[in-house]
């Protein structure tokens, strides 16, 4: 078994296109909910570059407008360059139409994954180095990973007392 993700579609198909594998959601605990994180598709513009308004006109007529060659652009994206879900209605439908889903394991996220995600969470730098050191303790020092699951999470309570920013989930 192996937890990977869908851009390993597109990894199988073109090293091993012969591979025969299976899909399945992450396990969860008994009672619990399917979720998928879904992201990547995150774009911004430095507001103090050069030309801040090109490159925010850029990135929208790039990924974010009803343009033909945004559409297309997007499902080359998902469907030829790499294996990925839409993050757009438009290219979702797109993709329907051209029978880009038929692919057994496009359709499997398609069908069963996509209904499960949600945003990817917005993790601020202290609590993604309470986790990362967390981790880093318990893989490659042999740290108890009891005590550095409650280590991190004290120090992510103590953070979140204080956070004003947006939500993280």
């Known amino acids: 078994m192996w937890q990977s993700g869908i851009w390993q579609v597109a990894g199988f198909r073109g090293s091993h296109p012969k591979f025969d594998y299976g899909l399945f959601p992450l396990p969860t605990p008994p009672g619990g909910e399917t979720k998928t994180v879904m992201g990547g598709w995150a774009w911004c513009v430095n507001a103090r ?17 009803m343009s033909e060659s945004s559409i297309q652009r997007i499902y080359d994206w998902c469907t030829v360059a790499k294996s990925d879900m839409p993050p757009r209605k438009s290219v979702d439908k797109l993709m329907v139409e051209r029978g880009a889903l038929e692919n057994d394991k496009l359709k499997y996220f398609h069908d069963v994954i996509l209904p499960t ?17 967390a981790i880093g303790q318990v893989q490659a020092a042999g740290g108890d990973a009891r005590a550095q699951a409650d280590r991190a999470q004290t120090a992510i309570t103590a953070f979140m007392q204080t956070y004003q920013g947006g939500t993280l989930l």
Do not use: C, L, W
Request: charged share 25%; aromatic share 8%; net charge positive.
């Open 117 to 133: 995600g949600r945003g990817e969470p917005r993790y601020p730098p202290v609590v993604y180095k309470a986790i990362s050191d």
């Open 49 to 65: 570059g050069r030309n801040p308004e090109a490159a925010a006109k850029f990135v929208v007529d790039t990924v974010g407008s």
